[in-house]
């Protein structure tokens, strides 16, 4: 799950084919749409909400986790 790696981690790997093809940032990585459709991935909905929103999904997903993590939401 895309959104667990960004909540949970500071590194992710995208591979495909048996191939790494990133080694980042979950943000990085996650924010980049043509890397995610070269591995078959899908952006994720928090990513999709801001930029409907016109907002930059990196700031969003980052105060939507820290929201959750304040009030005690998993």
Known sequence: DLYLALEYTSRSLIM?????????????????TDLLAQANLVEISLSKLAKLLEIRPDEFIDNYISHKKQIGIN
Do not use: E, R, T, V
Not at 16 to 32: E, Q, T, Y
């Open 16 to 32: 495909h084919d048996g191939k790494i093809l990133a080694d980042d940032s979950p943000h990085k990585l996650f924010m980049n």
